[in-house]
């Protein structure tokens, strides 16, 4: 079974801060990764997607991907309190897929 | 924009009902996805379907079917609702075969099942 970890959390962090939120992977062929945000009670909405190693930016998002060490992360820079969420990691490896992670929930606090 | 549509919200049902989970997308994608989300076990693939009328096994099918008649509509079947199948259902949609291609999720369906 590939596997694609994060760390449960949850992750607190204060209004302003930068979130730093952490996903590995153990299928080293994998070829593209996402970020989803998840509010309570509602579906997963993509926020990023990276391919290639290095830093991909949006907004006060960027997405950190390392293929040599197998992880790839999100930082949230101006952390709100509207971050507040669950945030998913996801790989696609072969096929159709996504494989995802169970999720680092994230708490701005003011 | 994407638009994925699940036909319910909430759904409560009797234990031994068959059920029907309806997905509609409207962008034309060829792959289709059922996940099921339960706390503490993540997002875990049920079925998905590349094509119409085609199918392939996740990694929980047990108790499910599913239905691919049309590109846009993908059904997910329980056959004989039970208690354990309670969970939030959700139905995603993808683009081509590119693994570049990004999976756009629907709102999801609260199933219970008493």
């Known amino acids: 079974q590939k596997e694609v970890e994060q760390n449960s959390g949850p992750l607190s962090v204060p209004e302003g801060a930068i979130a730093s939120l952490n996903c590995t992977y153990s299928d080293r062929v994998s070829q593209s990764f996402f970020w989803y945000r998840q509010y309570s009670g509602k579906s997963p909405e993509l926020i990023m997607s990276i391919y290639s190693n290095g830093d991909k930016e949006d907004g006060r998002f960027t997405a950190q991907l390392n293929k040599a060490s197998q992880y790839v992360s999100l930082l949230i820079r101006d952390s709100q309190p509207s971050d507040s969420a669950t945030y998913l990691c996801a790989v696609i490896n072969s096929g159709y897929a996504l494989n995802f992670g169970k999720g680092t929930s994230l708490l701005v606090t003011p | 924009d994407v638009k994925v549509t699940q036909s319910s919200r909430y759904l409560v049902k009797r234990t031994g009902e068959k059920v029907f989970l309806e997905c509609v997308q409207d962008?034309?994608?060829?792959?289709m996805f059922w996940y099921r989300q339960d706390p503490g076990l993540g997002l875990r693939l049920i079925y998905f379907s590349y094509d119409v009328k085609m199918k392939e096994k996740g990694d929980i099918p047990e108790g499910y079917s599913v239905s691919r008649e049309k590109k846009e509509r993908f059904s997910l079947i329980l056959e004989s609702a039970s208690t354990n199948q309670t969970s939030m259902y959700l139905c995603a949609s993808r683009p081509g075969q590119s693994s570049y291609n990004e999976q756009f999720f629907g709102p999801g369906t609260r199933l219970t099942v008493l």
């Open positions: 962008m034309d994608h060829e792959n």
